[in-house]
């Protein structure tokens, strides 16, 4: 008989054995009752799927390089800290900002390319192999973000999954109004999302799996058999480890985001740099002494950004 677990971590062993019998695994869940759920951004897709959107938006004159490069210093906060409140509402407002009185037609036409372009090569394969494995076993496979309705549902469809779930913006006579109906789907409004769904599909929730990479969305992960934590931010990890979930992590330089400059900040600034410097090239290459001034006060805020990022690392490393 093998002897039980003994010592600091004897509850913890326990822990994940009981989660372990619980939790079905893909094979063993009944396809009929059974489905996953995935958050997008940074578990599905490299960073926020949103500042990939904006990007390919920037590219086709939706709105200026200056703006861009506001949601590339978010998109850098959302690598390194995590997501948090303010920076959803902050996203949410700009977003419905720049689509307001646009064709969904048109913005919908434009998704499918940019994510053709932009974000094709940005899914972590490792997260999409897992995606896959449900679907092989005839199970469904659902997103579950905040990112706006339309671009989940391109990017469920390009990925060959069931559906998706995402913020919903109000139109009227196929325009954006630059409102929304109901709030961002995020923490509990995802977890709630999926009840319904659960409840409309016939589906058992304990026979359900779900994957994300944010402490925010315990609420969701909470609420299956099975909770996995892709590439976790740190509380997620403690929770996982303390829950006995599993972790799956397929980021790279780990080991070096452990000392010095965190990878994800330095991913941040140069990916910042890159769009602040073509700013700069356009600004000389015009001509025009507005431009250059405009194009180095962006360089500027990209600089004040990054330092700001990199001291809030540093406090929180010291406490």
């Not at 016939?202 to 026979?207: F, K, R, S, V, Y």
Request: overall charge positive; hydrophobic content about 45%; aromatic content about 6%.
């Amino acid at each position: 008989m093998k002897p039980s677990p003994r010592g600091p971590n004897a509850k913890l062993a326990v822990r994940r054995a009981n989660a372990a019998q619980q939790a079905p695994s893909v094979e063993t869940a009944d396809p009929t009752r059974s489905a996953a759920f995935f958050d997008v951004d940074n578990t599905m897709i490299v960073g926020a799927s949103i500042f990939h959107f904006a990007k390919g938006l920037a590219s086709r004159h939706f709105f200026s390089w200056t703006d861009l490069v506001r949601f590339g210093l978010r998109q850098g906060r959302l690598r390194l800290l995590g997501e948090s409140k303010d920076d959803m509402t902050s996203t949410r407002d700009s977003a419905l900002a720049f689509v307001a009185g646009k064709s969904v037609h048109e913005i919908v036409s434009l998704g499918e390319q940019i994510y053709d372009e932009e974000m094709a090569d940005k899914i972590w394969s490792g997260t999409n192999a897992l995606a896959q494995l449900h679907l092989d076993a005839g199970q469904r496979v659902w997103l579950v973000t905040a990112t706006p309705q339309e671009l989940a549902q391109i990017i469920a469809q390009r990925l060959k999954l069931t559906g998706a779930l995402g913020t919903v913006a109000e139109s009227r006579d196929g325009r954006y109004t630059g409102r929304l109906i109901g709030d961002v789907l995020h923490g509990e409004a995802k977890a709630e999302a999926v009840r319904r769904l659960a409840e409309e599909q016939g589906l058992d929730l304990a026979q359900c799996a779900a994957y994300s990479d944010s402490i925010n969305d315990l609420p969701m992960l909470s609420l299956v058999g099975k909770a996995v934590a892709v590439n976790p931010d740190s509380q997620l990890r403690a929770v996982a480890r303390e829950r006995g979930w599993e972790i799956r992590d397929f980021r790279t330089g780990r080991k070096a985001a452990r000392i010095g400059v965190p990878a994800s900040l330095g991913v941040g600034a140069v990916a910042g740099a890159v769009v602040a410097g073509s700013a700069m090239r356009k600004a000389y290459k015009d001509g025009s002494l507005p431009a250059v001034r405009a194009a180095a006060e962006v360089t500027t805020t990209l600089a004040s950004g990054v330092a700001s990022g990199l001291s809030t690392v540093v406090r929180r490393r010291v406490q």
